[in-house]
């Protein structure tokens, strides 16, 4: 069974240095996910790839079925998650082609993206105040800068509705409250991803400063720098996977020790069989 998941953003559909792979679909409760899954091997890890938009990208970051994405990776054995995506940027020092590591994040969504697991009969309250396992970033920084890729360990990650670009006042009023990065869909899997008791780690390509310093924010320029990351994102995946191959010896893996808050003799059934591979432990 894969231990290590990773879920692809723009721009990176596949990893290239995966070995034995086969393509597996997998059904959730929560319906279909984005893709099939690529499972394969890495350095002797275990992995399982999800392309985030679909191979072909047809899938809008608020049509994303987030809780099937991660409930898949959850029932497929993976422990270990890593999400790859495009940002862009509010300060000059993170600059077109860095890649940063977030370690908070901001939601500015609407809501109407499904973030968590739970409801139908049972309520959890998940420690989020380090949304990022930091155990894992630090394994995926210090091996990007051995490997000379410029990276930013930490950053403030704002996640915007979407599908639409930043408005100029926008951009400044985000830049204004001390926000690093933005994309559209990263804080999701990192709700989810804890309450899935998983560990997670968002690896951002910056494609963009945003429209705070550039003219105008547009596809060709966001694809053009993404295209040249990508490379860097598969280097950095290929040393870091097999290093994973360590027990997992951080609080992630535990999440949900003491966030359950219903009576479990008031459970209905239906909920604990629907939620059996994340709570049943507990139950």
């Known amino acids: 069974m894969p231990k290590v998941g990773i879920i692809g953003g723009s721009g990176l559909y596949q990893i290239d ?8 679909a997998v059904n959730t409760p929560f319906g279909e996910p984005s893709d099939n899954f690529i499972i394969g091997s890495l350095g002797g890890v275990e992995v399982a790839f999800l392309a985030r938009h679909k191979r072909g990208h047809t899938i809008l970051p608020t049509e994303i079925n987030y809780r099937a994405n991660i409930y898949a990776m ?3 054995g993976v422990g270990q998650l890593v999400s790859i995506s495009a940002v862009g940027s509010f300060k000059k020092e993170l600059k077109p082609l860095d890649i940063v590591l977030p370690d908070q994040f901001v939601d500015r969504t609407n809501q109407g993206r499904k973030t968590t ?4 009969g049972i309520v959890a309250h998940v420690s989020f105040s380090e949304p990022v396992c930091s155990d894992l970033r630090k394994i995926i920084c ?6 000379g890729i410029r990276m930013h360990d930490k950053g403030v990650y704002l996640n915007m509705e979407g ?3 930043s408005t100029k006042a926008e951009s400044h009023l985000y830049k204004s409250w001390g926000m ?3 994309g559209m869909t990263n804080m999701p899997e990192a709700r989810l991803a804890r309450e899935a008791e998983m560990c997670f780690a968002t690896i951002a390509l910056v494609t963009d400063y945003d429209c705070w310093y550039e003219e105008e924010v547009n596809i060709e320029m966001v694809i053009g720098n993404l295209l040249k990351n990508v490379d860097a994102a598969k280097k ?3 040393e870091v996977v097999p290093q994973l191959k360590h027990e997992r010896k951080c609080a992630c893996q535990s999440a949900l020790k003491y ?3 219903t009576d479990k003799k008031l459970i209905p059934e239906k909920t604990k069989e629907k939620l059996d591979i994340i709570i049943g432990k507990y139950l």
């Open 180 to 182: 690093d990065i933005i």
């Open 74 to 76: 959850k029932k497929l």
């Open 142 to 147: 210090d091996t990007g800068k051995r490997s």
């Open 236 to 238: 950095l995946i290929k």
């Open 17 to 24: 240095a995966l070995k034995d792979i086969k393509e597996v």
């Open 259 to 261: 966030a359950i808050v």
């Open 117 to 120: 697991f739970f409801g139908e």
């Open 163 to 165: 599908p639409a670009f």
